[in-house]
């Protein structure tokens, strides 16, 4: 159970596994007001930024669970290089089935939604583990403009224009799902700059280092297209945002 060496190659130098600043990761936690002792669910916790920052600067504790087996000992040794081992801990593990032993104050899932199969399935897992009067953090892409055709749609690796909605019908959709918007945090075009670029310069060193890997074919395609199509696509089509959600 792991991700494809792939995905760790191409994002082997991040700590936040999304079009996400840390600035802005920042902004999140101080916006929410969280206390000392907080206890915080991230289910496919990555790298572990969010709880290992947010236990050093707020003082909250918590439990992140990640497929990845790399992310997951990144995630740790974050914990231990910023003091905070003993307030954060990290499973490797399936988050699409977690359910936290202790009701938790605040329970997040940024950027992987398909632990649900979606926004909805996903909103139901998290409040399987979330006290009442909790936050719930998703973490989910929107369209910024509407995609003209489907090859639009598909070089910002949707499926479909209906993978996406745009941002209004997206905080549209928590509301039909129960739930008031309290606050978010979007990442804008330089946070998308910031992720996808280093995603290059990662597979371009690792291509130096292993050119007779399986894999280096496939990566030396990636590196050759996709900025390119990035730039022409998904750098204007496709948004991203982090939102903090409470039940009616």
């Given amino acids: 159970m792991d991700l494809p060496r792939s995905f760790t190659i191409r994002e082997s130098s991040h700590r936040i596994h999304n079009p996400f600043a840390s600035e802005k990761l920042a902004a999140l936690g101080q916006a929410l007001h969280m206390a000392a002792g907080t206890l915080v669910l ?3 916790s990555g790298s572990g930024e969010m709880l290992c920052t947010w236990a050093h600067a707020h003082g909250i504790v918590g439990t992140g669970v990640d497929i990845s087996t790399e992310f997951t000992a990144r995630a740790r040794a974050r914990a231990s290089e910023l003091g905070v ?4 801990d990290f499973i490797h593990g399936d988050a699409s089935g977690y359910v936290a032993d202790e009701s938790v104050d605040l329970a997040a899932c940024i950027g992987a939604t398909w632990i649900g ?3 909805a399935g996903t909103i139901d897992l998290l409040r399987r583990s979330l006290r009442p009067g909790g936050i719930l953090l998703i973490g989910e892409p929107y369209w910024r403009q ?3 055709d489907q090859h639009t749609a598909e070089a ?3 499926s479909g224009k209906d993978d996406f909605r745009l941002l209004p019908e997206l905080i549209e959709q928590f509301g039909e799902l129960g739930y008031d918007v309290v606050e978010m945090v979007i990442a804008d075009q330089d946070s998308w700059d910031r992720y996808r670029a280093a995603q290059w310069l990662n597979i371009r060193r690792w291509l130096d280092r292993n050119p007779d890997d399986e894999l280096a074919a496939g990566l030396r395609a990636e590196l050759s297209e996709e900025p390119a199509r990035y730039a ?5 089509y496709l948004g991203w945002g982090v939102f903090a959600l409470m039940s009616r």
């Fill in 117 to 119: 199969n979606g926004v």
């Fill in 156 to 158: 910002c690796h949707a």
């Fill in 146 to 148: 509407d995609p003209p």
């Fill in 42 to 44: 991230d289910l496919a």
């Fill in 85 to 88: 081992a003993d307030q954060v």
């Fill in 232 to 236: 022409r696509y998904q750098r204007e």
